[in-house]
């Protein structure tokens, strides 16, 4: 069964205190692996999509990588406006046409100023 | 390019009246989606459609029904609301023909208390 784990569920930062995020999955072929941002009384936002091992993406102060069990998002320096929920997805060969992903419960990340 | 919007943002409803929730999308996208959202539950799939007049359920389909006369927009339907519906549902598009994409794009949410 397909599946999604993100740990840890919640994390607080000092402002400039680097660290990383962890999304690890199980599934039968993996199509595409998803970071989405998700501020309070929002809708997520998109972040990155990575499509096989070895795969890199930065975007300011994050970067997100991949093997063939893990994700990993690592703030580098975060700030205070880095504060939010990040959610790990991830689409298998079994999604088939309807392209459904597969969704983490998500970490909160608190940065203290 | 507005994306995907949502109306409307909150609503309450009581124990057994029905209402629609909009979603429209402006990107040309096949894919569309409805989710639930509970805290500590994660997103939840509720109905999709991968275009024009298809539509299939997702993991929580019950209670609910959907359409999509067209390809921007995908309303779901609430029938007889019960206290259980109340949550965020997020609308959410994806793949635009051609391109070899198929991250998930969100609207803003529509917050629903049924009391």
């Known amino acids: 069964e397909d599946q999604v784990t993100q740990s840890p569920e919640a994390l607080r930062l000092q402002e400039g205190e680097s660290s990383s995020l962890n999304c690890s999955y199980t599934?039968?072929?993996?199509?595409?692996l998803f970071w989405y941002r998700q501020d309070p009384g929002k809708g997520p936002e998109f972040l990155f999509t990575?499509?096989?091992?070895?795969e890199e993406k930065e975007k300011e102060r994050l970067k997100a990588t991949l093997t063939k069990k893990e994700s990993f998002l690592h703030i580098t320096a975060p700030k205070p406006e880095d504060s939010a929920t990040y959610l790990c997805?991830?689409?298998?060969?079994?999604?088939?046409?309807?392209?459904?992903?597969?969704w983490g419960l998500g970490t909160s990340l608190a940065v203290n100023p | 390019n507005a994306g995907v919007t949502q109306t409307p943002k909150f609503r309450i409803l009581k124990i057994g009246q029905s209402m629609t929730l909009q979603c429209t999308q402006d990107m040309n996208h096949n894919y569309m989606y409805w989710y639930r959202q509970d805290p500590g539950m994660g997103l939840k799939l509720i109905y999709y459609?991968?275009?024009?007049?298809?539509?299939d359920k997702g993991e929580v389909p019950n209670g609910y029904n959907v359409s999509r006369s067209t390809t921007e927009d995908f309303p779901l339907r609430l029938e007889l609301a019960a206290p259980s519906q109340t949550s965020v549902y997020f609308c959410?598009?994806?793949?635009?023909?051609?391109?070899?994409?198929?991250?998930?794009?969100f609207g803003p949410g529509t917050r629903l208390t049924v009391t």
């Open positions: 997805a991830v689409q298998g060969m079994n999604a088939g046409n309807n392209r459904k992903l597969i």
């Open positions: 459609s991968v275009g024009a007049g298809i539509t």
């Open positions: 959410a598009s994806s793949y635009q023909p051609g391109q070899i994409k198929y991250e998930q794009y």
């Open positions: 599934v039968s072929g993996l199509r595409g």
């Open positions: 990575l499509y096989s091992a070895g």
